[in-house]
């Protein structure tokens, strides 16, 4: 189990050594054909921030030999914003007094032929923790539900047991993403101070119980924003080394978000809640194509949340796959697309448009790379 | 065509060089690039493609008299979810012929042996036309010829590696020991790899990523085409042995005479 692994390290020291990795680190990492978790460190410190433009160009060449000048299209269908926790980053928060909305069986349906008439073959199912009325009955209905019409089906989810994945896995899921949010224990309670999700040890060890579940892929990542991420990040490179190496007929994704403001408050007085550290534009660029310099193989994914003159420019660092037209909250396509969002889309363009934007820059959106036949028992 | 074709099952190829078709930055350079190439055999990823549209745009841009489809599996992980894809790509697409690709590593796509083996034998008793794509094992490639499978594919490097033939002294006891054609997939990085294949003795051989990711593939295609030809017909002409030292000028045998 990857705790173990965990408790090895130290959050102080790893900080430390991140902090004290030198331009001679780096250039040593540049030079290596295949880079261990001690150069990720020296790409991800302060001293490779002046090595951008040679990291970029190495990130470039090895994307587009694994994935070739490819990129996939996914949307997000936000099923409930009913939740149990408390995140002090989250609109979908307990303590956040805004109307919850479930979909029921016609609404998923209707969300259904919005995304469809886009084009989408991948959709990525979203909800907050109310294990009550959105516990895996619920998702195993929606995924039966929703299975004939796409070809690869994700879940980004509350955690949950083995055997309750591998039920949704026989039902038609194929990916789950499960974010630990932070590395840094202590203060996971801090950011998630009431609820199930306050388990650290709990969230921690999802990924195994993925991996044992037989999952096709799995998503990892932090919340950039709440902790120092240049340590937290490498924890996730930590517990993708450990991933790989002990589930290894499991595809690995990584995604970014990075902390924007929320809308907090009722609907009558509501307010935009700012966070004290946003990572900059630059250590972004960085931190992907760090990943990308460590593991050849792995999806890095890129949300709505970005802007457009970012994402414009970061698909040829890097990125595997990238959302667009995205809504973020329940019936946000066709039900009600007024009600309040998990957080603020920053490119609102259509998919279209974004499809448009990537074969200008001489890549191909690609809209399906899975098959559902492919899942037999 | 200045070498001879290539039969494999029921079907004769006038170009050894075949193609993948992934990895290309739009469905039409894909097609203008596979076309400059000459290949005949063209394999396709079923999970890329949707076989209930028949408009379907991978597809379309292979609807073309010069094309022989060659679906494959990539994406299973087991013999089960082969064989049940493969009944779908046949159905589908309305060939038998299919290029057999277990890979449950998603890291390196390094074909499993076992569940291969498993596979080809299910499939070629369905009436499969079975290319495996293997690794450069010869006695896991005479099991697959004993076990009725058109050709096998053994990889010269890891796939999309563009490392070129690190199997190379196993690839020649495959070819060596082959009643059936031997395509060697996977690996090929440079035209000169492909030359080197075929020089070898290799009877065809599969290429996609140098082709699909280079600046610009189609003029990298007919590089290719060129390479497979010259090296094939090198092959044929009985390419002289290379000599680490000069002829004797006094033959220690010549008292024999």
């Not at chain 1, 331009?23 to 991800?44: C, G, T």
């Not at chain 1, 892929?217 to 340590?231: A, H, N, P, Q, Y």
């Not at chain 1, 970014?256 to 700012?274: D, H, M, N, W, Y």
């Not at chain 1, 690609?366 to 559902?372: I, L, Q, S, Y």
């Amino acid at each position: 189990m990857f705790e173990s692994v965990f408790h090895q390290y130290s959050w102080d020291e790893v900080k430390r050594s991140i902090y004290s990795k030198t331009a001679a680190d780096v250039e040593r990492a540049l030079l290596k054909p295949k880079r261990s978790l001690e150069d990720f460190k020296a790409l991800v410190s302060p001293a490779a921030l002046t090595y951008l433009e040679q990291m970029a160009q190495l990130s470039h060449l090895a994307t587009q030999k694994r994935f070739g000048k490819t990129l996939q299209m996914y949307a997000p269908l936000y099923l409930s914003n009913e939740c149990q926790n408390i995140c002090t980053y989250c609109a979908f928060s307990l303590d956040n007094k805004i109307p919850r909305r479930t979909l029921t069986d016609t609404e998923i349906l209707q969300e259904v032929a919005v995304l469809k008439e886009m084009g989408y073959d991948h959709v990525l199912l979203v909800t907050g923790e109310a294990n009550h009325t959105v516990g895996v009955p619920y998702l195993k209905n929606a995924i039966e539900l929703i299975r004939p019409h796409f070809a690869h089906i994700s879940m980004e989810v509350q955690p949950l047991d083995q055997d309750a994945y591998e039920v949704l896995m026989e039902a038609g899921l194929h990916t789950v993403l499960v974010y630990q949010e932070t590395y840094h224990q202590e203060n996971y309670k801090l950011h998630h101070p009431k609820g199930k999700k306050s388990n650290f040890s709990y969230r921690l060890s999802t990924p195994d119980r993925l991996g044992k579940a037989g999952i096709y892929k799995m998503g990892l990542g932090v919340l950039i924003g709440l902790e120092d991420w240049r340590t937290d990040c490498f924890y996730t490179a930590l517990h993708l080394d450990y991933l790989e190496k002990t589930y290894w007929q499991t595809k690995y994704s990584i995604s970014f978000p990075r902390l924007r403001p929320i809308e907090v408050g009722t609907s009558e007085q509501s307010a935009l809640k700012s966070f004290n550290t946003y990572m900059t534009d630059k250590e972004l660029v960085q931190l992907i194509c760090a990943y990308r310099l460590l593991k050849e193989e792995v999806e890095l994914s890129l949300s709505t949340r970005e802007s457009e003159r970012f994402r414009d420019h970061v698909i040829k660092l890097g990125i595997t796959s990238i959302s667009a037209g995205s809504k973020t909250n329940p019936g946000g396509y066709a039900v009600e697309p007024q009600s309040l969002e998990q957080f603020e889309i920053s490119d609102e363009r259509s998919p279209q448009e974004i499809a448009q934007m990537i074969r200008r820059q001489g890549y191909e959106p690609v809209w399906k790379d899975w098959d559902r036949s492919f899942q037999v028992k | 065509m200045f070498s001879s074709p290539l039969t494999i099952a029921d079907k004769t190829f006038q170009s050894r060089l075949f193609t993948g078709t992934g990895k290309f930055h739009s469905s039409a350079t894909m097609q203008e690039a596979l076309l400059a190439s000459g290949s005949e055999l063209v394999t396709v990823a079923l999970k890329r493609v949707d076989l209930a549209d028949d408009q379907d745009d991978i597809l379309s841009h292979l609807s073309h008299a010069q094309f022989n489809l060659l679906p494959n599996t990539s994406g299973v992980r087991t013999a089960k979810e082969a064989i049940f894809a493969a009944q779908l790509a046949r159905e589908a697409l309305e060939t038998n012929w299919l290029k057999l690709e277990i890979h449950p590593d998603p890291k390196y796509l390094l074909p499993d042996p076992i569940e291969t083996l498993k596979a080809a034998e299910e499939l070629v008793k369905l009436d499969f036309i079975v290319l495996p794509y293997i690794h450069a094992d010869p006695v896991l490639c005479k099991h697959l010829e004993e076990a009725g499978t058109a050709a096998v594919m053994p990889l010269g490097a890891p796939i999309g590696s563009n490392k070129g033939l690190r199997t190379r002294d196993l690839l020649e006891i495959i070819i060596e020991q082959s009643k059936i054609p031997v395509v060697v997939d996977a690996g090929i990085g440079a035209p000169s790899h492909a030359a080197e294949a075929m020089e070898l003795g290799a009877d065809a051989v599969l290429v996609n990523t140098a082709i699909a990711v280079s600046e610009d593939p189609v003029k990298m295609a007919q590089a290719f085409k060129l390479a497979v030809e010259a090296g094939r017909m090198a092959y044929e002409a009985k390419l002289a042995q290379p000599r680490s030292h000069a002829e004797a000028s006094s033959p220690l045998t010549a008292f024999l005479d």
